[in-house]
């Protein structure tokens, strides 16, 4: 089965300067999405699987251009704007890569580079997940939702404050189970992502993975990073710390994770 790991960074950012590449807890916050990609390979050696980086960003390329082990991809323009969905790189860069290799893949995952809390085991679940349901389109990772609206969420409505989901549930464990999608794993079959889905993996069949809840956080703000970083400190020591030992065995060897 061939697989290929598709990591997506662009240049730019709103909230924080050069966050891809921006040191979190001494290393750029992109190697320990690296990192979990080439553990996800190194422990299912039965599967054929190959990594692209896609980025217009020219100093994060070059992180990784001396690395025969990562395929990096320039990307264009057009797919670097600050409203370019993400589905469209996700293509290009199934596209980029199948030409370069002369190979047909037939799943692909991505992995965000802002969700560096993710063990290989999550990948693998996604992965199993999207083989076993033949009806599925893309498989992606999710939490428990820490607000509900069915409960205790509220939006305006022609000048008004009201409840999202209009209902009579008075406890949050009598309301229906929601989920965030944390962006940390997308596991794509390769005809949905040509054929299916052209914009957002919510337009085809889904379904999803539950990860533990390390506190979903967007990075738009120096502070959600400072918070990323707080989180990660703790984490890293406990549940995370293979990855966080990948990467501290490696720090030495450049080019190499």
Do not use: W
């Not at 916050?29 to 990192?35: D, E, F, G, Q």
């Not at 085991?121 to 996604?126: L, P, S, T």
């Not at 599925?136 to 999202?164: A, L």
């Amino acid at each position: 089965m061939n697989i290929l790991i598709t990591v997506c960074g662009r240049a730019g950012s709103t909230g924080v300067k050069n966050k891809n590449i921006r040191n979190f807890l001494g290393f750029p916050l992109i190697n320990y999405t690296v990192a979990a990609a080439n553990l996800f390979k190194k422990e299912n050696p039965n599967y054929n699987i190959d990594l692209s980086i896609n980025s217009d960003s020219e100093e994060l390329l070059n992180m990784f251009n001396k690395n025969k082990d990562i395929i990096c991809i320039e990307r264009p323009t057009e797919l670097a704007q600050q409203n370019s969905p993400k589905v469209p790189v996700i293509r290009y860069s199934l596209n980029y890569v199948e030409k370069k290799l002369n190979k047909i893949y037939d799943y692909i995952i991505d992995l965000d580079i802002t969700s560096p809390l993710r063990k290989t085991v999550d990948i693998e679940n996604a992965l199993k997940k999207a083989i076993s349901n033949l009806q599925t389109d893309v498989v992606f990772s999710v939490v428990h939702s820490r607000r509900n609206p069915y409960f205790n969420m509220v939006e305006e409505q022609n000048g008004k404050i009201k409840k999202i989901i209009s209902s009579d549930f008075v406890t949050r464990q009598q309301a229906p189970q929601v989920y965030d999608m944390n962006a940390s794993i997308y596991c794509y079959k390769r005809n949905s992502l040509i054929n299916v889905l052209k914009n957002s993996p919510l337009e085809g069949n889904y379904d999803i993975v539950l990860m533990k809840d390390t506190a979903v956080i967007d990075i738009d703000s120096e502070e959600d990073f400072k918070l990323m970083e707080v989180l990660g400190e703790y984490f890293f020591k406990d549940e995370f710390n293979e990855l966080y030992r990948y990467i501290n065995n490696i720090k030495t060897l450049p080019n190499k994770i």
